[in-house]
């Protein structure tokens, strides 16, 4: 496969239990699938108790640290809305923003609407793509728990990814076990 991208770095974050770690499997599969180099890593919070999780990838020629630098990430991915605001750090004038608009309430403290995140989030980037992917994955497809996948779609959809949808396909059927592939192709393809 043809190397064009030097180098795409990539954060995704959410709450545990939100399925990261497999949007984070099937990136790194379909970065290998186009013959790009791939490192990849897993900071977790409290994921066992729905605390912050957050994985990074990057690819491309050649790939030395797993870790997105400070203000360097091109795409970060917020499965809850308010975690984008934690991930703010890695953003630049470059990175473009794709969030869930599910909101996950934090005992004692009120949340944040998505008006208000995008408006922090507009301090970092123009380019944020607020999605209610939970909700639309709810209603056609029956179970929210694929948002994530659905997000990956929009993004891949979009071009916003620098990987092209067909390998990712391949990286879902590899990397899906076959009772839950149809419904995460669906739900990938659901944003086209």
Known sequence: ???????FNIVIAGVG???????LRVLSEAAREEGYDVRTSELHGLSQRGGSVEVHLRFGKKIYSPLVKAGSADLIIALE????????RYAGT????????????IPAKSALSIEEITKIL??????????????ICRQELGNEVV?????????????????KPEAIIKALEKSIPPEFLEL???AFNLPR
């Open 1 to 7: 496969m043809k190397k064009n991208i030097s180098e």
């Open 17 to 23: 239990g939100q399925g990261l770690i497999t949007l």
């Open 81 to 88: 809305a308010q975690e984008a605001l934690i991930s703010c």
């Open 94 to 105: 470059k990175t473009i923003f794709v969030i869930n608009n599910f909101i996950q309430p």
């Open 122 to 135: 507009k301090r970092y980037s123009a380019k944020i793509f607020a999605v209610s992917a939970s909700q």
């Open 147 to 163: 948002s994530g996948i659905y997000l990956l779609g929009y993004a891949s959809h979009n071009n916003l990814l620098g990987l």
């Open 184 to 186: 995460n192709l669906k």
